[in-house]
């Protein structure tokens, strides 16, 4: 009750200020015979009580008693402040809203006749129209497309307000109130909703962590495989080239050997390389292990030498 009063009260005041701002406009609008209009203004004349001409911004010329300015029209874009009020929508929320209207008149003689007071009508008439397109949509939807509730608004003030000679510029809700608890159980809402939206990036970030430290164990699996491989071909490589290399220096030093063997004093040579040969074999007995095999004769080195010689004569006559 106390509500309703209040509402009432508001808007007896509204159109006590509208009131007052149009007679003060026409306050200064008397018929001098010599009138000068200001910029953005439009005087209605009547003649006799009977519509006769609109005064354009400048120099104008009247006749006295029959001619009167009846109404008086600012042209440029005002502003109304729409009072708060009742709303509910489409699933059963009340809310209290308030905006602000911006209007322009673009046809003085329409404003002037078409309606008493153009500003009082255009402004029940945003009203209303707030409440039935709230009426339309949802709470959610209210704060989601807010800038298309303002559109939707304005075209509904146009189709209706197009007689009247007023077009409206554009609606803006101001302001916006709704019942303690709804925002109560918004704001637990919001709060779960980030909640989840943490919990998501946390799990996500954790995911992120393993698949990069899997690609890292797989890439380090990878590198050093192939870092086993290339060592293990460097040292193949290595070692035939090294056997190679022995086996070129020992083809070599077999052949210098051959060519000494062959000049004169070479059986003698050869006789005591195998001597210094056998006598530094033995000295390296039993140091690598505890097992000996000695040759029979073993207090005879002359007769060894000898055996060595002659296997050594043999293979050669077997190459001629």
């Not at 000898?306 to 001629?320: C, E, I, P, R």
Request: hydrophobic share 45%; glycine share 4%; proline share 3%.
């Amino acid at each position: 009750m106390a509500l309703a009063r209040r509402i009432l009260l508001e808007r007896n005041l509204l159109r006590n200020a509208q009131l007052a701002i149009a007679a003060n406009r026409q306050a200064h609008a008397t018929n001098t015979i010599i009138n000068f209009v200001p910029q953005q203004e439009a005087w209605v004349v009547e003649r006799m009580g009977k519509f006769h001409t609109i005064l354009d911004p400048g120099l104008n010329f009247l006749l006295p008693i029959i001619d009167k300015i009846k109404f008086v029209q600012n042209l440029r874009e005002i502003a109304i402040e729409i009072p708060e009020q009742g709303a509910i929508t489409i699933d059963n929320v009340q809310l209290r809203l308030d905006g602000v209207l911006y209007l322009r008149v673009f046809d003085p003689y329409k404003a002037s006749y078409g309606v008493d007071d153009p500003e009082f009508a255009v402004t029940q008439l945003a009203q209303t129209t707030m409440r039935s397109e709230v009426g339309k949509i949802s709470l959610d939807t209210v704060f989601k497309e807010r800038e298309q509730l303002n559109e939707n608004i304005v075209a509904a003030i146009n189709k209706a307000s197009a007689p009247w000679g007023i077009s409206c510029m554009r609606y803006e809700i101001r302001d916006m109130q709704m019942p303690t608890k709804i925002q109560e159980a918004m704001q637990m809402q919001v709060e779960a909703e980030r909640k989840k939206r943490a919990a998501i990036l946390e799990s996500e970030g954790v995911r992120e962590a393993a698949i990069n430290k899997a690609e890292g164990q797989k890439r380090s699996a990878i590198l050093a495989s192939e870092a086993s491989q290339a060592e293990k071909v460097n040292l193949a490589r290595g070692e035939a080239e090294a056997v190679l290399l022995k086996a070129e220096s020992r083809a070599k030093a077999i052949e210098i050997v051959a060519n000494a063997l062959q000049q004169t004093g070479g059986a003698n040579a050869a006789n005591l390389s195998v001597a210094e040969q056998y006598v530094d074999a033995f000295g390296k007995l039993a140091k690598e292990t505890n097992t000996v095999v000695l040759p029979a004769n073993l207090s005879d080195p002359g007769s060894m030498i000898s055996q060595a010689m002659a296997v050594y004569n043999s293979l050669s006559s077997a190459k001629k």
